[in-house]
């Protein structure tokens, strides 16, 4: 469906979900908080939701406070002595609030380069201070798609 006025853009996305019945919507360029609900409202309702957002990496949409919510939100909590020593870290640490709208999330470095995410698996690692292992994919000079699996997040500039 098109949208006639970008502002309008949730609205139409919602009614194409109870209007419709589709199995697959694609929304490009998620950039509203509205937006945001929409989608997750949508991937409840089992529809297979693809969708664009800008943020050069994955740190970028968690620290984004109207985007944080397509990869599950985040909150701050505060963990009781026992279990901040079992998790040898600070009594007040980042937590997912929820499950991600989008359980796959893809980093478009350049062109021909994609950084691929568990969205889950990485959201929760990265809340951690730590860096999650990735899929590579990349085309080679002959423009085969080649993928690298367990890549660490930290090295995967292209």
Request: proline share 4%; aromatic share 4%.
């Amino acid at each position: 469906m098109q949208v006639p006025d970008s502002s309008m853009q949730h609205a139409v996305m919602i009614e194409a979900v109870e209007n419709h019945m589709p199995e697959v919507i694609m929304v490009d360029e998620i950039g509203t908080e509205a937006e945001a609900h929409a989608c997750r409202s949508i991937a409840e309702r089992g529809v297979m939701l693809i969708g664009t957002a800008h943020g050069q990496r994955l740190e970028n949409i968690i620290k984004n406070p109207i985007l944080s919510d397509l990869v599950g939100g985040v909150e701050t909590v505060t963990l009781g002595d026992g279990e901040a020593r079992a998790r040898n870290t600070q009594k007040t640490v980042l937590e997912r609030q929820a499950p991600p709208t989008f359980h796959f999330l893809i980093e478009m470095r350049d062109r021909h380069y994609w950084v691929t995410h568990q969205t889950q698996k990485s959201v929760d690692i990265l809340l951690r201070g730590k860096d999650p292992q990735v899929e590579v994919r990349k085309r080679n000079e002959k423009f085969k798609v080649v993928i690298e699996k367990s890549k660490a997040y930290d090295n995967c500039d292209p």
